[in-house]
Each structure stands twice: as structure tokens, then as C-alpha cells.
């Protein structure tokens, strides 16, 4: 009946650590350096079982695959395995008690709601780790806040009784003209993981990225999909290209019909608000110096394993040369770049995209990007020989339509139907993609157009789209002193 | 005696509907799917007395109107009627409380002032229906916002003993610069509705623009003016262009001098300060899938029954051949929409409008698109064409004056008539319209004008109109950190 | 002994109406309908001791001078006047409380403090008459914002041992950079008035301009100043010349050295937290209906009777025809009518103000149209026909030397003297001078500068001086939802 | 054994006035009127010890150095001297508290978690030294917000496996761009001072800047380097040219490798945070009328014994004549200064500052003025001809490549390492640099950049860096009436 919890207990150290995850053990003490997540956390677990910790963040084939069978210890006999009583914080309690009391899905009225939800569900690691990004976060609102220096100047009088919201994105004629775009450790929000994402999108007839880092592995999620599905691939490279080839040439078998190469992120962000939510009152130490690792090797090292920092335009001929995929490149960040990607011929579309505001803070947002590009593009001949897309920020319908407006193919979205996964599952992400599809015919409606291609520049005001004054610093004296206009008394007390 | 309680109560399903209005009952079983405001509404009161809540919301003579003979099930016995005993919510009960205490009404100074009564003490529904605007509000805001950025450039040492207000509006004479804009459902601010407004607009010689959607019937606002009265038309254009026709030409019969067609809705807005309100902790459905209605047709057709969202540039012909008022657009939002306009032989003039911002979201404001709009009109002639109208956040009477410096014949005023009548009924409306004479009279004074055609661009500084930027995001950890100014302490506390 | 307080007490009424002042009686029912303060504010007192209200808002010698001889019912046997018992209110024991407790004036470090003080020490019903503007008080603190709009350029290594802060204002050597500015009811403040502001100004060689409606008397005011002393008159032109003629001539030959007719105000603005704090729960009516006076012609007749709207730059020469004091507008708001000024011979300076925000808002600041004046004077080679004077928002020693730098001759500063003083009396005046002084000389050696010759628009940036944008209205959902980063945590509770 | 306690109480006012000083009696009587920090200070503890007020504010050398030999009235029996109890205040009580649960160092994410640890354990007097700036402390915020005005356009598909940060600064090759800065009074944040940061920064391969008001004496900074470390020498120009050669000349022949001559404080500026926190409810008088000095003289002269006003360009020749060191100019702060220093020869390059905010308030920030600098420099082919640093508000190493892109050759770091040491001692601030290192790191990998040499202003977006508008006022009643949307609902009450 396998391995007993006390003789797996006796391994509960760095120089000896294994680790229990679904009912098999497993000896990751050579692999503690090499952890990306860095060895502390796996430390945290030596000797016991790591399944509830380890599954929201690694795909189920993520031991068979990168662990060698030697290390695998085999089946332990759970019920000799002391278990730890948890003692939930007064934090988690009220947390659960939020849980019990949700709002209903129907009092969801926007894509924000989902996150206000989210924000009251989610463990609190959770939530830290899908809502933190970068540095001061400035990127992260930024990307939301550029949309609203863009105004409309509608069209009246236009026949819009019969709306269409189709749009072709690389070939593919999809329902409306956004995607979802690929998010990491989808089982942190929801059991199930990426494929509740896969599931609802099929019922909206709409596009899924999937990501490498999710938590389902890249199988479960393809096996979601239905036929008529599109699914894309996104794909951080490995430096182990033989790693990557093989990735690659797998999701291409599976159908995936794009691929997405990840250039924003040769190193993973620091996300503080993770990093808080994570450690708590005993804190982390600084990135580098966990176990004493060389510190001007040790960093570079852990990460060059998953995510090659080396990655170049020089690598674009062999990406082509192992996929017939349409090829584009999530992450360009400037002018000069996009301009670079068009005249490359291994290039086929881009992403304007800064991570969701989790890599470089004050990283430009899509959307201001996108308007800069465009004119550049068609100056230049160039605007036909890439499909581009953006992300970030997305939560109306009408920031789509000034994506569109300003020349975009479509628009990923990400961290709402998170969100919406988490605070109500595949319910909650279908709502949140029908809620999109009203604000948009409503927007097109409004706006004079019938069809996605009516869609244009001249149905925008970008005039303060690249204004970021942010005024001089407040005068606390003055607004100490001052005395507020009021409104009229009630009564005694004001209202 | 009619008929029982008990026997309408059997109707109490969406299989077999009837509702009590008025003492009569109808049977409404066919209607269901048709009813703009979903069937959901009324099927809460299936076999109920609906009057106090069908009342504010439609026309006396709706039922008669639109509900074919055989439906009318006939009188009812009310002592027959099972009386529901309502119990206040305790947000209620805090309502009626502030009712007894509301200020008196020579406290109120400023327009703004009658908001913040209204806010107190209007019904949460209602409130939530005038108050509340499209997605996140920021039209609404915008409207008044766009004022501020506008300054003056006063003149010193002229005469200005004698002022006249005095001014045109498509040939009318009238007292002041501005007019009471067509605005629905009255009735659930006062219970007299939209006449109160008709009295008040008498009593300081101001233009009244009716509305298709009053709570009142047209004749009975019709019949609440006076001879001296001037009062316009405004139209929801509907589908079947034969119930359109009757309709205007009914107007122009009964003396309306203008007609003004809106241009903005081809598709009711959708508020969600105003679902939230109604539907509370219940929430509604997306807006298409009540019923189980066809998702791809429902709306459409539901709302298409109503006002048309086919309406175009092809249709104004039409409407010159069937009238002979004036025929001016309503919620015009561009430049290019004015020219053409302008050029367009069926069209005396335009209200610069976004519907109060209750249709599309950043959608720009009347004022802004003004100054805009008539240099461009006076570089191609055509200022003299129309008669230009703003309406949407006006609430001082500088802000008045600014619009008519830009060109405007007229400034239409809504809400805040609105909730000076929700507040204190016909006299809250004439201290609003006397506080607005005397902030005018005031305000040509210290602008060195006597006379309203007087005023001009050259009285303006428009130099930061159009600058919409919002800044960078907060800097959260600053702020925390920082330790701001403060003032002498106080003995131990501080002032 | 005079008259019985139960005779007074009969004549209560606006049938007959005598009040006592000083101990005597007054029949002032003839007088009500001109009272600019409005007939109520009387008729609150009528058969009354008015003494204590009456004594802030007019100078001692009103009554002589403006109610006939006839009407002067004699001295009253003031023990037989009932006293009212006057029970302090909870607001007002709160201030009597804070004037026990008030800040020592050693730890008044800038002017901000002594308003800070002042709106602690100073009766509702004062402060509410001070510090109130016009409106929605957004020119009120523009004047402040619009010199944080200025950012140096400072020079360095400059010998700046020795700095001189003197200067020539109209002839006059004065020994700083500013004035005393004209500001009405003094006594509001303290119960000595004006004459506190004489003296301190004494101390600091620093000139006074004495204004038409303090509290103290004309002659007081120059009485209390030596013989080293300068000061300027501020006139409201009334509308009967003959009085005008007489208190101009009568200022000049007490010894003012010059003339600053106020023109920003044909009519006196409408200040609703002054209202509000006058009439608290009771409110006041819209202000010209008082008293049933017909509307049209009422309130421009109570006005015109002291402050002549009609007013205008023909009488000019007239003014130059009685005096030979320089003669200078005060209140004038835009270039056209500064250039007006240069060429009108009969002009020889003006102050840039719009009083202070109390007349119209959304007027211009001062220092913002002076930015704008000067190159416009230089290019038209008038730069040298006018002395430009500045005032309003004026706290720090830096904004004085902004003024200097764009060409003013001198800062008027109004407010914070009043705080001072009614925080602290002639030591309060005293210290802000001293604080003023301070901040001077640190600026003018921070800036490079030893004398105030030295000062110019070489040494300020005025990019950001014409920005006035308000940014987009708010995003209240995201501002809800964002989950701000936080500093780290604080043993269980944050710092 | 020395005086006893009782012979040194008796000199007790300021006609004898003799303080205790690490065990040793002092006779300051004469030294009174001279004391830069005023007599009032000392005369607190006239007859008594004044260690530990002394301590933290004056370098242990300091009476040696300024006392004469006979003033010395030798050590005293200490054990004679009365100790007064210290109650601590309520407020000292909880500062206490929170020293005890101060957070952990490794909960400390970013350079502002320092500045919060350090406003929670620090003295509020030591902590209003430190935090304190000039007049509303604009500039002081404006430091820091200026850098985020500037948005970056990050490269991508560069090879960033290996990261270097090498730069060098004045000849010597340095292990980061950035240096620390000199600021004085180290003890009153740490009771070893300025020496903490010296062996931080030999930890880091960081240059120090040696400030001539430290709390060490400049031997014990030197002696606290080891051989590998450069330092660098900033001086403040005393009157006494001689004591100044001295001072220099001595820097330079203990290894001070560059001479940086404080040129933007002829006078300290005045803060008021400070002085609010120093003197308390007892308050200051202003600052030239401590102990009746003649008020046109007394200040000039205080000052001017330490730091001499009337520097000036002409003294950088002597300069130039008495040390062979590099001379910079260090608080440079307009471009015609920057033009005139890269033309003089005796200038070998500066650092542009406002002195942290510290000095005269609305002066620019050094990044914005860098940016204005250098294209002006280059245009004039003097480019080469300076090394440019600059200071102030840097908190996040994507602000130094912000600085290092426009052309900086090195950034100081002066508050940050304070609260640093504060907070936490020697570990606090190689922590602090770590965290630099880490993000400066992260930055140049995501900014597409290998090396130093790499960064350029190609990488940046400047538009917005000139925007200072600080928008019109607030709409105070539009705020209060505004009913803002919100989330869901949460069971009853919200989340």
C-alpha cells in the first residue's frame, strides 16, 4: 500500500526533501535550486503533502515531465499521512463569509462587478497574484485609464437596425472582436482551470490563447474545445530550443491555428503586491539571494530555464522554420519595433501589449501605441502586412471600438473573465462576454455603424490621448484651510 | 359592481396576465413579449392592482392607445381587491424621514442645490432613473466638467444699467437664453408630472420642449399652457411611419412651433445606476435573454416598435412633406453631422446633445463640440442656415452665457427642472428659473454685456476646452508615505 | 434722559420702524426699501438695540451722514432697553471654546496659518463674509492655483550678502513689494477695524489702500497713520457725481496719494456661503423679490444708489477734471481693456484682479492676465504708460517675486491681513508682514537676485500658467475596485 | 574628579552660560549670538548636559574646532550632574510601540517601504529634519513626480542574458549609476551616522559623497572607507577662505577624489514641517528676531560665518588654484547656468538639484531641467566638456535609466539611504541597494538593454514632462451631490 507519512516526513530538509503531491512522493531535493518559484516555498512542504499548494500553480504533468522517473518515489498510503489541522485566519474567515454571501451573477452589470466579486472571493494569495503588476502599478491603471482620454465623435442618422459584430482575426471569422488572451495559474481562481475559459468561449463563438503557463496542461485544454473552436498558442521560449521545437510542433498537431511568442518578459516581473500577499508579515528576501545562491548568476540561471533571456530577431527564421503557424509576437512595445516586425518576413502579426502592466512600469499602454503606429504603418506602406492586436485594460465595450477604430484586428482580454471565473465559474464568463457583446452592439448602434469595417479613426477624438501631466503636488495646506461649499442643511444633520 | 379581486387574481402567470390599472382590468397575455420594458416587470404584477406602478411610467391614455378593445377586461370591484400591506425598508423609512425634514426651499441658492434635495428625497427608483447616465457616467460629468474649462475675458467700464435677457429662439421672442428641455417620465418626480413644468416655464415666459415619453398625455400638457406660451415638439421617430405621422401633425394642430426629432437613440441607453436601483439585490438578466426571447432578434424587435433604429438622412424629406414647423435634430455629436446638417434643405436647426449622457459614453459635450462646430460653419458659410441648441449639464448662468458667446441660439435645461419640481413642485421650478434670471443678470453685468447679442467669442478663453487628459495614476505609496502640511495644532486637537 | 425702551419697542414693524444704534434712536421706515443690505436684516431689529450688528458693516458716522436730521429721534435710557438673554449655540460655544485654546502666534509660520486660525476664532457669520467668493468659488481658488502654475528657473552664484527688498510704487518708496489692499467691514474681524491695518503697515513702511466701505470712518483710517506713511483710496462711484466729487477731493487733500476707482463691480456679487452662513436654516429669498419690490427695477435701484453700473470710460476725464491724484482702475479683467487703459490719457495704472473671486467666477487670475498683458504692452512700446498692479491668492513670499518677474509694480494682499488681524490683532498683521518679509529675502537669494530691479521673466517658467483643464470626471467603479499597493505591515495593525 | 554638577548649574542664563558636552563643561556665553542654529537652542540647556541633544547635530570635533582653548573649562564629575526624568509623551509612547513591532527588513519591497518604517520608529524632531522641505514643499513632491511624467518605449527581441551596470563617474568605473548623495545629521537617524552608509557602500561597490554638516567628523568617514571605496568631498563655501582651503586641501589629501561646491544654499532654507515639529505648541518666533539681533543684520551675519552668501563665479579660479580634485558645481538649476559652467575651464562638470526640495520651492526638477539641458549642450558641441549628475525624489531604478537615458552620468541617492539606516541600520541600507541593483536589473533586461552605454533618450516618451497645470479647483458641490456608481452588493452591506 506505498510509502507510510512518517518515512516521507524523514526527508524535511534541504539536504534531504521530498515532497507528497497527489498521493505520490517525490525527491526534489537536486531540483530545489533550480525551482523558478525559488526553493523556499518548496522547503515549506518537505516532508509533507504539497498538493493544494502545488496544483493551482503547475499543469498535472508538470512531475512526470520535468522530474526524472529515478526521483519518483512512488504511491504513499495517504491515510498514515498526518494531516494539519488548518486554523483559518480571521482574514480567511471573513472570506468565507463573503463567499456565503456573494452577490447573484444577474447583479453583475459590467466586467468591473466581476472583479469587485473577485476581489471579496479569492484567497487572498490568489487575488494578489492575478491583480498585482509591476513596480507602482502606473502601467497596470494606466492601460485602463488610456481609453478614457479617447472620445468619440458619433455618426446620427445611420440605418443601424441589424448590427454585425463578426470580424476576421488571421483568417479565422469570429463572433465579436475580441479574444481571450492567455493568463497564467488559471486553478488559483478556479478549480478547473483554463478549460471553464475554453468552454465559455465556446458558447460565445469566440477565440482562446492558450497560455504555457496555465494550469491545466496544454492537452486538457485542447480536449475542452469543441470543433469548431480557434485556439491559439502562446509560448514563452525555452532555452532549450530542442524544448521549445517540440512545444511548438505539438500545438501546431493539435490545431492551434497562431502562434504567439511572448518577447515582453525575458525575465518575469516583481509584482509587490504578490510578493506581500504571498509572505506576509515575514517577508521575502531580495529576488537573488534566497539559499545563498551566487548572486550574480543565481537569478539569471533559475529563469534562463523556462524563459530564455537571449531570445532575438535572429531566432525569427528558426521559428519559422519549424511551424507553418502564422507567427506574431505578443509584447512590441514601440514604434520602432512594430515598424521592424512588418519588415520582417517571418513576422505575421503582433501584440501591442505590456504584460497586463506586470513587466516594465511605465511600459506604454496598447491603445496610445496603437494610434502612434497606425499613421507610421500606412506612411510607410506596411499597415496590410500585419494583423495587430492589443491587450491591457479592456472593460467596455466601447474600448474595443476604439481599438478597432484605430486599426486594431482585435483585442485580447484577460484578467475579467478571471475574474468572472472566479467569482462564478463558466456562468460567470459566459455573462461577462454577453455583457460585452450588448455594450457592443450597443456602442456600434450609437456610434452609426452597422459592420466592424464601418469602424474607423474618423469616429475618434485621440487629441489628449498623450497627455500624462500629472499636475503639481497637492497643496495641503490650502485644502486643509479651505472651506468646502455645501449643500442645504436637512434638518439638523446634513444629508 | 365589475369584477372581483378574485377572479383577476387567477390571472397571475404569463400563460393568462391580467392587471388592474385604474380599476380596470386588462389582459395583457399577448403584450408580454412586446413590452419595451420586459414582460418581467409586469408579471410581477399578474393579477395585481399595477396603478401606482404602471402610473409614472406611462401615459393616461396609453392602455386605451395601444391595447386592442377585446382586451379590456372591464371595471373592477376594488373593495374586492386584496390590498398587499407594505412595509418600509428601513432605507425608506430614512427616506420619508428626510421628506418631513427637506429644507426649505429659500435655502436652496444654485441648481445644484435642488439636486441634493432630489437626492434625499426622491423614491430610490426614480432617483436612480433621472440621475443616472450611460456605462460609467463619464458623459454626464463630462457635460458639466467641459464648462469649467471654459474663462472668461470680461469687459470693464461699459453701461450696464439696464440688462435685457431677451432673446430669438426660432423666431419666437422669449425672456431668457434658455429653454426646458424635453425630459420623460415626470410623473415620478411629482405626481402632476410634466405639467408642473409647463406652469412654471408660464410664469418666467420660458419655451417648453415636450416629450414623446411624458408621463402626462400630450393634450394634457398641451392644455396646461397658456396662449402666451410657446411650447415645441420633441419625437421618437417610430417604426411605422403612419402612428409618426398622426403624431406630429397632432402637435403641429395644437400648436407646437418646432419639431424636434431625436437622433441620438437608435437603441435606449443602458444604465446601470438606474438596474441597480430597480432590480436591487435581485439583479436583472442581460438585456436580451428575458423570456427566453431569440437573442439575435429580441431587442431589436422589442425596441424597434417603439423608435426606429433604421431612422436616416434618406427619411427627412418625409418629414417636410408632412409638416410645416420648423424641423430641427436632436443630439447631434459632430462636426461633420452638422455640415451636412447645414447643407441639408429639410433641416432648420440641431440640438448639440448627448442625451444628457445617458446614451453613448464618451460621447463629446454640446459645449465643446460648439466651439468647434461654428468656426467651421462660419468658414463655409453656413452659420446663418441653422439655429444651434446644447443642452447637457448646464447649471449656472455662466454657463449659459458661455454657450450662447459660442453661437448658440438657445440652451435647453432638464434634470435640474426636474428635481427642483421633485423637491418642492411648481415653486421649486420658478426659484430655479428665478435663480437662474438673477445669476444671468449678474453675469452680463460682470461681463460688461447689456444685451444677449452682445456676447461673443472674444468674452472667452477656450484655450483649455479641449485638453481631456486624466494623469497619470495616483502614486499609492506616496501618498501614503508622504506626511502632508498641516496648520497650528489647537490646544491638544486640531481645529 | 432720552427715550424709554418700551416706546422704541412699539415702532417694530416696516409700518414704522426705529431702531437704536450707540444709544440712540433712528426711524429708519423710510429708509427699508434703499437699505442695500436689504429691508430684513433691519426689520429683525426693528424697536430693537441694533448696535452690536450694526457696527461691523457701516462706519461710525453712516448714520449722520445718510438719514436726515428729522429722523434722529434722540438718545434712548438704555437701562430701560430689555436685553435680550442670547443663548450661545453649540456651534458658537465650540468657537468660544477654540478662542480659549487658539494657536500661540509663534507657531504662525506662513499666511495659510492665520486663515487656518481665523476660521477657528472668527463668528460664523464673519468668516462666512470673508472668506466667500462668488459662485462655485472656482476663481477664488484659481487665484491661488494659478501661481503654482510658475516654476522658477533660479540663478546661482550671485553675491547675494546684501538684499533690497525696496521699491517705487507711484513715486512712493516703499520697503517691500506689496500693499495693503482695500477689504470692507474690518471690524467683522476685530473690533478696531481698519485702523489695525494703519498701524501695522506703519511698522512696516509698507503702504495702505483705504477702502470705501470699512468699518471705520475715512478720517479714522487716516488719522491712524504717521506722518511717513502712504496711502491710496479706494472708491466705489456712486451714482450722484456730487458725492463722488466730494469724497475723492476730500481724500486727496487729507493726503492720498493716489486714486483706485473699483470697475469689477457695476453690481455686487452673490456669495451663497456667505448666504447660507447669514441665513442658516431660514434661508433667504432670491434676491430681488424682497419685500414684494417689483422685480424688474428693484434690486438694480438698491444698487445703483451707492455703486453706479452705468459707469463707464467716458467718465475718465471727468475724474481727471477733480483730482491730480494718478488715477487707477482697479478690477480690470482682459488685455483689450489694459491696452484701452495705456492709450487713455487719463489713466496712469490698473490693478489686475477680479476682487479677490468674489465678483464673477471663471474670471481670470491676475497673475495669469499679467503673463499675457505685458508682452503684448512691450510690443505696442506702452509697457512704460501704465504701473500694473496685481491681487488676489497672493500667500508666499515666491508668488510676490512671480508678480515682480512679469512686471508688476506691486501685490495688493487683502485676506490674509484681515485673518491675521482677527486672529491676532496689530501683532498677527505684524508677524504676516515680518513671515512676508522672510520669505522675500530667502527667495530673492535662492533666485540669484539682490534687488528687485534684478527680477524678471528670465527667471520663470509659464509653460503649465495657461493649462486649466479638470481631466476626465472620475472612474468611480475602478477607484472602488483597484486594490491600492500598501507600505509594509505594522506588527498586526499598519503604521 | 573635576567640576561638580552644582558649579556648572550655576551658569545658567545667557549672561553665563556653560553646557555639559560628552562629560566636559563648556563656556558658550560668548558664542551665543553666533550659533547658526540660534542662542534659544543652547540656552535650554544652559548649566546643564547637553550630550544627547548635541550629539546628532554636531560632528564630535565640532568644540574642539570652534572653541577657544580657554572656553574649555574641563571635565566634569558626572555622577554630580542631577538627572532630569523624562516622561515620554503619549505620542513618544507609541512611537516606542512601534519601534518594538517595526516590520521586518525582508517586508520591505521598494525604497518607499524605508520612508514609512522610518516615519513610524523615527523622532518626530529627527524625522521632521529629514522629511522636512521648504515653503509647501512643491518641489519636494515634484522630485518625485516629474519621473513619472516619463513613459519609456522598451526594445524587445534583444539579447539580455547578461546584464551589466557598470558606469563610470569622473574616471572611476563604479558597480551601479547611482551614488549616495550627501546629506547632513546622520545620528539623528542612527547613533554611528554617516559611517553606516560608508561600509553600505563598500558593500555594493557604491561611491559616497561626503557632506561637510555630518554628524561624524570627515576623519571618521574616511576612516570608515576601505581602499577599494572612492569618496567624494561636498563642501559648503565658508567666508573665511582660508578655513575653506584648509577644509579642501584636507579632503584631498585624505583621497577625496572630486570637489562638488554647494551653490543653490547662500542661505538654508526654511521648512517648516521642521520647525513645527522642533518647537511645538511653543512655536518660533521668525527667524531674525531670536534674542533681540538687529533684525537688518543679525541673520546675514549668523549665516554667513558658515556658508558665504556672496559666492560667486568669480571665485572658481581660486578654486581651481588651491586643489587639483575635480570641482563640481552641485545644485545647478536653470540651462543659461548650465551653458555658462560647461564654458567656464574651472568647471569640470555639476550636479543639477534643487537640494532636494529643501531650498526655494517651485524650483524644477533635476530630471525635467536634464532634459532641457542636454539637447542645449549638445547643440553648442558641449556635451563633453561636463559630467552631469543629478538628485532628488529618485525611488525606483527605472527613475535612474530614466535620468542615465537622458544623459545623467550618475544619480544621487540622498533621503531613501537615511530612512534606510533609520529604520533598520547598515543592513537597511545595503538592502535599499540591493533593491536598486535588483530593479535597475530588471529594468534594463525589459527596457531591451545590456549595458549602460545602450540607454538613450530614444527610450523615452518626454511630452508630458513640462505639464505643471494643477487643473481648476474642485467642484465641491458637484462632488457632494454626485451619486457614484458602485459594485455589487454584498449580502447586505458592501464589501
Known sequence: MGLVGAEVAKHNSADSCWVIVHGKAYDVTEFLPEHPGGSKIILKYAGKDATEEFDPIHPPDTLDKYLPESKHKGPVDMSTVEVEEKIASP????????????????????????????????????????SSASDDEITLRENRSAYQRLWFRPRILVDVTNISLNTKMLSTLTSMPFYVTATALGKLGHPEGEVVLTRAANMHGVIQMIPTLASCSFGEIVDAATDKQTQWFQL??????????????????????????TVDAPQLGRREKDMRS????????????????????????????????????????????????????????????????????????????????????????????????????????????????????????????????????????GRPFLYAMSGYGQDGVERAMQLLRDELEMGMRLLGCATIEELGPHLLDTRSLGQHGNGIPRDTLMEEVYDGLTVPGWGKSRL
Open 278 to 413: 504571498k509572505f506576509g508579515g515575514e517577508g521575502s528576501s531580495v529576488q537573488k539571494d534566497d539559499d545563498g545562491v551566487d548572486r550574480s548568476q543565481g537569478a539569471a540561471r533559475a529563469i534562463s530555464s523556462f524563459i530564455d533571456p537571449g531570445l532575438s530577431w535572429k531566432d525569427l527564421p528558426w521559428f519559422r522554420s519549424i511551424t507553418s503557424m502564422p507567427i506574431l509576437l505578443k509584447g512590441v512595445q514601440c514604434v520602432e519595433d512594430v515598424v521592424r516586425a512588418a519588415k520582417d518576413p517571418n513576422v505575421d502579426g503582433l501584440v501591442l501589449s505590456n504584460h497586463g502592466g506586470r513587466q516594465l512600469d511605465f511600459a506604454p499602454s496598447a491603445i496610445e501605441l496603437l494610434a502612434e503606429v497606425m499613421p507610421v504603418l500606412k506612411a510607410q506602406g506596411l499597415e496590410r502586412k500585419l494583423e495587430i492586436f492589443v491587450d491591457g485594460g479592456v472593460r467596455r465595450g466601447t474600448d474595443i471600438l476604439k481599438a478597432m477604430c484605430l486599426g486594431a484586428k482585435g483585442v485580447g482580454i
Open 91 to 130: 482574514d480567511e474567515e471573513e472570506r468565507l463569509e463573503r463567499v456565503k454571501n456573494k452577490p447573484s451573477l444577474s447583479q453583475c452589470y459590467n466586467l468591473m462587478d466581476f472583479e469587485a466579486v473577485a476581489k471579496g472571493v479569492m484567497k487572498k494569495t490568489a487575488w494578489g497574484y492575478y
Open 236 to 261: 514563452y521560449v525555452n532555452k532549450d530550443r530542442e524544448v521549445t521545437k517540440k512545444i511548438v510542433q505539438h500545438a501546431e498537431k493539435r490545431g492551434c491555428k497562431a502562434l504567439f511568442i
